[in-house]
């Protein structure tokens, strides 16, 4: 299994990744090449015919929505860097999937590629520094020193500027490959360093054989949970494999039939905002309390909950309370965003079945629902929802408190 399989629907982005990993793999080996060629002009043959422009470059940016796989594009392309499959002498493209580089890389055991993901609002100062120090380290296998930043759009400005840097002066043999949603979620100064790479909305049916061959889900299911995140990979997997995410799903799809008053759409709002507290309580519940016993351990204090910390180490347990609160903050916003994402698409199918579009419905199954509330209003009414549910998001990215936020929401919706 190539390490692009799993890269569902990017044929062209899939082509342009694995000319530039051909190119870096020639790059790697240049020296023996060279060594060669000086032998060859050296026994009196003609000189080699000049190397055309590499496909290759330091520094990737990976955009394209939400669900369109780009950490996938950008873990796939890391592997096939590190690809030492002996297939390659023969010709074959590297990222063969099986040799122990394209393994251990897209395991996230590779030594010499570094996958930094966050559950916290924003990536730092601090964390970015520590990344531009390991960018500068020779890469221990001999072939590329490869950082993957999956949430580039969470650099804060300072963060940015430290990474500009490393970007702009790249050490031998590093790449930079980093993933947003678009280029606006990106300094200006990082993007135009970058090679561009957009991705775009994965087609349903790609998406749903993807569930159906990779994670043993019923086809039935998978087209169901592909068709009703519209084309989104990792949310397609949890609809299909959560029961609790179904029922969360569920509960967001009666949302509009119950903003009749003005108490229903207070009550609404609260249980969306309750449901979302629940989802990061469960997180920290599965998370948090592992965490801090494992830090606990490494800090030397008493066995037990209530043992006593050595002197000196309440410092480090103070900056781990404060990383689960923010990361419990980031949980809640995310899983409201979801909410607000199946909201859309509700409308979406309304709007489709007031103008008698030919589009096919990802809400099939509250299809009663869609055409009940389509039936009691009209276009603009529903557009004026869309719109309504848009600066709901926009509010939650400027940090207005959740439960207000919501609360404007579905009054917006009751008045249409």
Known sequence: MAVWDDLVGQDRVAAQLTAAARDADT????????????????????????????????????????????????????????????????????????????HTALVGTHADVEVVRTDMLSIGVKETRDLVRRAQLSPAGGRWQVIVLEDADRLTEGAGNVLLKA???????????????????????????????????????????????????????????????????????????????????????????????????????????????????????????????????????????GGRLPRGTAGAMKDLQDRQKRRATRTQRDTLDLALTDLTGFYRDVLALQLGSRVALANTDVRDALERVAAGSKPERTLRRIEAVAACRQALDRNVAPLLAVEAMTMALRAG
């Open 167 to 305: 970007v702009e002066e790249p050490a031998p043999r590093t790449v930079w490959l980093l993933c947003a949603p678009s280029l606006e979620d990106v300094l200006p100064t990082i993007r135009s360093r970058c090679r561009l790479l957009t991705l775009r909305t994965p087609p349903v049916d790609a998406v749903a054989d993807l569930l159906v061959r990779r994670d043993g889900i019923d086809p039935e299911l998978a087209a169901s949970a592909a068709r009703a995140t519209q084309g989104h990979i990792g949310r397609a997997r949890r609809l299909a494999t959560d029961e609790r995410a179904r029922a969360r799903r569920a509960a967001v799809m009666r949302l509009p039939l119950r903003v009749d008053d003005v108490g229903g759409c207070l009550k609404a709002a609260q249980e969306l905002i309750d449901a979302a507290a629940e989802d990061a309580k469960q997180v920290a519940e599965e998370v948090d309390t592992k965490e801090t016993e494992e830090l606990r351990a490494a800090l030397g204090a008493a066995a037990g909950t």
């Open 27 to 102: 790059l790697v080996t240049a020296a023996a090449a060279g060594r060669t060629r000086a032998r060859t002009r050296a026994a009196g043959d003609a000189p080699a015919e000049p190397q055309a422009a590499s496909k290759m470059t330091h520094a990737w940016l990976f955009t394209g929505p939400p669900g369109s796989g780009r950490a996938t594009a950008a873990r796939a392309f890391a592997a096939a860097l590190q690809c030492v499959s002996p297939d390659r002498a023969l010709g074959a493209a590297p990222g063969c999937g099986f040799c122990d580089g394209c």
